[in-house]
């Protein structure tokens, strides 16, 4: 019994005590430690989304933490930029440029394999540099050739060179990981959009549509590798005007490959607000016809198996008796899925039927006519 009691004492100091260090903590300034004196001010930590008090010398100190917004008085790291991060979250950003480049390479790897049925990012022909806020400023007053994305953390410089596209990505160093990741996909993705996205879709699509592509593709990689903070700070931002919320609900209702197909033959500037239904509004515009030349092939209108069974190959069949696919040109399928493929100048629907080992069987158009492709021996 004598036992039992003193168990049942310690158990109790211990709860007084915390219950102790906690007032005691919500008198004390977040950022100094001090006990408050008259006024106490409230601000928000932008990473943990908490509020916390601090006293009224620590509220106007003139250097804030880059990351978490809050004001730093001692243990923090200065950067060359003039930014400045505390203690605590120097530990998550990416400081060093090798490093940071590193990320980037995973990222692109990341998305290949996440979007490997629907978007193909360039490579060859991209450059990335990581840069310091200063460097980033300067870039903001520098027009591009073709197309240049400023955003707070990154930018793109896309130019056209004897026809050829070279894109030049610029990215801010010194950032939380998660979020670099963010914005490496973020202009990835741009350089995506200036290889595929038509000149004509080009000039009907909106900015904010634009940007929001771009948010959308960084927002499934975050949510694949379960960076929810991230997340949840994509959707605080205010920087695609809240259509990134739409792109999101259009992706969930529709697949991403009815958001791709919207991109690039859409007829609005922007997902509508009130309902989203507009995302499957395309028009894929048919290819000129010569006077006595035979008609291209257009998704737009019917279209005879044979006029393009020739002209599809299937390049390779991954197998898996659970979820097989197959990579039809530059499409990859899985069974049921109904995708659109690029024939010449135009596109043409392809439904896939089945998967075998070394063949598919697909559907062209609204025919409903069976053909089959095999694996090219080579």
Partial sequence: MFRWKCRFIIIVLASLLSLLSVLADSDHCAVCGFLFSDKVYIMTDEVTREKVRLCHDCSILPDVCFVCGLPVKKDFTSLPDGRRICARDVHNSILDDDEAKQVYEEVHESLDRLFSRFLTFPATNVTTTIVDRVNL???????GNDYSCPNVLGYINTKTNRGK??????????LPRA??????AHELTHAWQAEHVPARRKKTLGHDANEAFCELVAYMLMDSQSEADQMKAMRRNAYTRGQIDLFIEAENRFGFNQV????Q???DAGLHKDDVNNVRDIVIPRAPVQPGAKSSISSSYPVQPAAVFDEMTLKAVLWSKARPL???NNRTFEVGDALKVKLGSSNV???????????VQIKVADSPEVRELRVRAR
Avoid: N, Q
């Avoid at 791709?260 to 991109?263: A, L, Y």
């Fill in 137 to 143: 400023l300067e870039l903001f007053k520098m027009p």
């Fill in 165 to 174: 596209l070279k894109h030049e990505i610029s990215l801010m160093g010194a």
């Fill in 179 to 184: 979020e670099f990741k963010a914005v490496c």
């Fill in 260 to 263: 791709v197909d919207w991109m």
């Fill in 265 to 267: 033959y859409g007829v």
């Fill in 326 to 328: 197959a990579t039809i």
């Fill in 349 to 359: 629907t392809v439904t896939c039927v089945s998967i075998r080992e070394d063949a």
